[in-house]
T-cell receptor, first 114, second 112 residues
Framework: DAGVTQSPTHLIKTRGQQVTLRCSPI?????VSWYQQVLGQGPQFIFQ???????GRGNFPDRFSARQFPNYSSELNVNALLLGDSALYLC?????????????FGQGTRLTVV | QKEVEQNSGPLSVPEGAIASLNCTYS??????FFWYRQYSGKSPELIMF????GDKEDGRFTAQLNKASQYVSLLIRDSQPSDSATYLC????????????FGRGTSLIVHP
């Protein structure tokens, strides 16, 4: 079975631009979560989607948005990019949102804003 | 107080020794606790999870949980250079949804 796949793997954008990151969860997994990881820090929670509905949102500005599609894949959009948005963006899939499940991470998208 | 606290390290141990990684958390309602390993430039991978007070062993890894003290640890026995990585502690927030909160991680270096 394929793991969690994210695209693109690397991306360079200019300040003020918009970016869309994509994630395909493990087959059968219905929950997708997005995290931002700045160098030297742990992943910070951005969004969780389950069954196409937003189930959680972290402390990020409204420039960040996401959605989940009927096939459970997901997109993360970031508008009006700032230099501080440069980070590794991780997508994690899990079977469901119950408390005793684990999440599996994709390889991440490395975003550089210049 | 941070939600999850880990000593950033680096923790340096000789090959074959026991590495002890510690984590404290603030949410008393946290029920599940995950340890992820992250190699430099790679994504986190799950290595252990624990729900109940006490110890849970899996191969060379042992997770220890003390909910009263809000403390969870990971022991790595017979440490190998390949264990050199950052170890992330992630308690699962109370409330039912799977939203693990990650600490900043502890960097472990196992030297030959």
């Amino acid at each position: 079975d394929a793991g969690v796949t994210q695209s693109p793997t690397h991306l360079i954008k200019t300040r003020g631009q918009q970016v869309t990151l994509r994630c395909s969860p493990i087959s059968g997994h219905k929950s997708v979560s997005w995290y931002q990881q700045v160098l030297g820090q742990g992943p910070q929670f951005i969004f969780q989607y389950y069954e196409k509905e937003e189930r959680g949102r972290g402390n990020f500005p409204d420039r960040f948005s996401a959605r989940q599609f009927p096939n459970y894949s997901s997109e993360l959009n970031v508008n009006a990019l700032l230099l501080g948005d440069s980070a590794l963006y991780l997508c994690a899939s899990s079977p469901r949102t119950f408390s005793n499940t684990e999440a599996f991470f994709g390889q991440g998208t490395r975003l550089t804003v210049v | 107080q941070k939600e999850v606290e880990q000593n950033s390290g680096p923790l340096s141990v000789p090959e074959g020794a026991i590495a002890s990684l510690n984590c404290t958390y603030s949410d008393r309602g946290s029920q599940s606790f995950f340890w992820y390993r992250q190699y430099s430039g790679k994504s986190p991978e799950l290595i252990m999870f624990i729900y109940s007070n006490g110890d849970k062993e899996d191969g060379r890894f042992t997770a220890q949980l003390n909910k009263a003290s809000q403390y969870v640890s990971l022991l790595i026995r017979d440490s190998q250079p390949s264990d050199s990585a950052t170890y992330l502690c992630a308690p699962l927030k109370s409330g039912g949804s799977y939203i693990p909160t990650f600490g900043r991680g502890t960097s472990l270096i196992v030297h030959p």
